[in-house]
């Protein structure tokens, strides 16, 4: 897959999805670091790739729906969560093969012990 990691992710994710075979682009290296979220989602869904995001604001299926999108992934951490957290939390996606391949058009919720999906 190829993804779209948005600012609030730490920028080590892009190194966890190349090391399991995926493309990433950070907004951050392409100047998009501190754009609006219509804009991130604008470059995503031109470009075809899936957004993981940290921002709830992409789980608002009337604003962003999943249809319109390779795959939207929303981290829900707790507030203290350290960016260790955060990467294990990408790790555990990444071990979802069958989950990833069905991610295009969908949102998905990705919580510490539980993966929510919608759309499709």
Known sequence: ?????DADPPGR???????HGHEATDVR???LGSADDR????HARTKHLCLLTGDCGFA???TYPPRD??????LRVPRNATAD???DLIEMLL???ELLARLPGRLAIVEPGRVRVRGG
């Open 85 to 87: 957290t955060i990467l």
């Open 13 to 19: 994710s892009a190194t966890i999805l190349r090391r």
């Open 95 to 97: 071990r979802e093969a």
């Open 39 to 42: 804009t991130v989602a604008g």
């Open 1 to 5: 897959m190829e993804f779209l990691i």
């Open 69 to 74: 999108y390779s795959g939207i992934i929303v």
């Open 60 to 62: 608002d299926v009337r």
């Open 29 to 31: 290296d392409i100047g």
